[in-house]
């Protein structure tokens, strides 16, 4: 059966954007299938309203891109049941670690008849994919504007290190069930996924398909112990230390005013919000060898 397949990639260009391109539209051509190429906007609304009027003419989505670019996609078709195959392309590729999928295994992909449903977070109305944050991360979302300098596999960690010498914990305050917790927040992360930043393990027991979210709260402590866990959070072995919280939830609010929150690695907007998890929200293509509960 031809099939009609909508591409998916955001302007910027790179080598591996270009090499999957080709690789893609040559093997699409072979096979006689037709397709069109979609170039993102940086207005959200502009790309939902493009998904909006045209998702229903093509049979898949190949998104070609990082976890920005699946961000937008996620915001664009929740609920749609449109399978996506994601081809990684992107500076972090957070989202794609999940699966450790290999060069073949990705175009494998395109091919596939398998699917699988996962979860989305949701901050107010925005969906997050990965990871929303109100903390640290999100200051540092917030001094870069999605900025990622010419260092891009290393620079959320130089943007760290950057931050980290003048950054003040501020008291969170969240509600979950009715009941208050409050405390010196230096970074609570709000995981869908397990990794974000680059490949930091930051969400080692969250899975794509739980139906829950995973709460990881660090709270204020000295800049040493900072620095001596930071290369933990890249094997996942942060959750060891005392200073470091591990909650499931669907729902929390965060009552704390004026705070900015990243998700995604994107501006979220500002505190107060509503964190809740969207069940079964994004439809993807996966081939038979994928990581257990990923």
Not at 21 to 43: E, G
Not at 248 to 262: G, R, S, W
Request: hydrophobic content about 40%; aromatic content about 12%; glycine content about 6%.
């Amino acid at each position: 059966m031809n099939k009609h397949y909508l591409i998916v990639l955001n302007p910027l260009p790179n080598k591996q954007k270009k090499y999957w391109l080709n690789w893609l539209v040559t093997t699409l051509k072979q096979q006689q299938h037709s397709y069109y190429i979609f170039t993102t906007s940086a207005v959200l609304a502009d790309n939902q309203l493009f998904f909006k009027q045209h998702l229903a003419e093509y049979t898949e989505v190949v998104m070609l891109g990082g976890d920005g670019t699946l961000h937008l996609l996620a915001n664009c078709m929740a609920y749609s049941n449109k399978p996506i195959t994601v081809l990684p392309c992107g500076t972090g590729n957070d989202f794609m670690r999940n699966f450790a999928y290999s060069k073949q295994q990705l175009k494998q992909l395109v091919q596939s008849d398998r699917v699988m449903t996962i979860d989305l977070g949701k901050v107010n109305a925005r969906y997050f994919i990965n990871s929303a944050g109100v903390g640290f991360d999100a200051e540092i979302v917030e001094r870069t504007k999605g900025n990622k300098g010419w260092l891009a596999r290393f620079s959320y960690l130089y943007h760290t290190l950057a931050c980290l010498l003048f950054f003040e914990e501020s008291l969170l305050s969240l509600q979950q069930q009715g009941k208050e917790t409050h405390y010196k927040n230096f970074l609570t992360v709000f995981a869908n996924g397990k990794y974000f930043g680059g490949g930091m393990k930051i969400a080692p027991n969250a899975e794509l398909n739980s139906s829950h979210l995973m709460r990881y709260s660090v709270e204020k402590t000295h800049l040493a112990k900072k620095l001596w866990a930071l290369p933990k959070l890249y094997y996942g072995k942060h959750i060891s230390l005392t200073e470091v919280k591990e909650h499931a939830f669907t729902q929390l609010e965060v009552l704390t005013p004026n705070l900015p929150v990243q998700a995604d690695g994107e501006s979220a907007g500002y505190t107060p919000v509503v964190i809740e998890v969207a069940k079964s929200a994004l439809t993807i293509k996966i081939i038979e060898h994928h990581k257990k509960g990923a």
